[in-house]
Nanobody, 130 residues
Framework: EVQLQASGGGLVQAGGSLRLSCAAS????????IGWFRQAPGKEREGVAC????????WYQDSVKGRFTISSDNAKNTVYLQMNSLRPEDTADYYC???????????????????????WGKGTEVTVSS
């Protein structure tokens, strides 16, 4: 059974850091696109960062470039999202998602919500106070 477990959310002050983890099981981890998406109250879900676990290519939403880093530890079947210099506008529920059908991290990040993504984990809440 495919499972994705997101963790690491919490409450931090602006300028602080968090590291989110997405632990995956039930599928071949080393040849898949895994992404982080977020949704704030009253707003549409949006892509944050995605990674190709096979080739390591990455995609980032413009607003998080230079602040967030996505990485994959294939031996642990885990993808991380290191979030630095957090801002109040980063406050949202963060979800990890996986799909072997996208051809690139960019494709999942920019078009995944339009086409649909196969597997979603439960969200982890990130709150950034000002």
């Amino acid at each position: 059974e495919v499972q994705l477990q997101a963790s690491g959310g919490g409450l931090v002050q602006a300028g602080g850091s968090l590291r989110l983890s997405c632990a995956a099981s039930g599928f071949t981890f080393d040849d898949v696109i895994i992404g982080w998406f977020r949704q704030a109250p009253g707003k549409e879900r949006e892509g944050v960062a995605c990674i190709n676990t096979s080739g390591g290519s990455r995609w980032y939403q413009d607003s998080v470039k230079g602040r967030f880093t996505i990485s994959s530890d294939n031996a642990k079947n885990t993808v991380y999202l290191q979030m630095n210099s957090l801002r109040p506008e980063d406050t949202a529920d963060y979800y990890c998602a996986a799909d072997p059908g996208f051809l690139s991290a960019q494709a999942m990040g920019t078009m995944g919500l339009y086409y649909g993504i196969d597997h979603w984990g439960k969200g982890t809440e990130v709150t950034v106070s000002s």
